[in-house]
């Protein structure tokens, strides 16, 4: 939640699946910075979330303890896991 408060300047529910529920769905090609991207890495659906930002890179915290990064969309791991995006603010 840390790196949300920090980019977004808002708290948000603490788990992914309740962050999944708020906000307007997406679509992946009209993305803007800020939104939420979703995916399943845990065999279930949107249980990581990241922020776009741009030029289809995400940032994301990978687990609790490791170093927040940046990643592209693209890559097959992610491309393959994909749940769906979501915009929180107007």
Excluded: C
Aim: aromatic share 8%; net charge positive.
């Amino acid at each position: 939640g840390h790196v949300f408060k920090q980019t977004l300047g808002e708290s948000l529910p603490r788990s992914t699946e309740e962050i999944s529920r708020i906000g307007v769905e997406q679509d992946e090609d009209r993305l803007l910075p800020g939104d939420l991207v979703f995916y399943n890495t845990l065999n279930r659906s949107n249980s990581h979330v990241g922020i776009y930002l741009g030029d289809g890179q995400f940032i994301h915290s990978p687990s609790t303890g490791k170093s927040v990064t940046v990643v592209n969309m693209n890559e097959s791991y992610w491309r393959k896991r994909y749940n769906g995006a979501r915009r929180i603010k107007p």
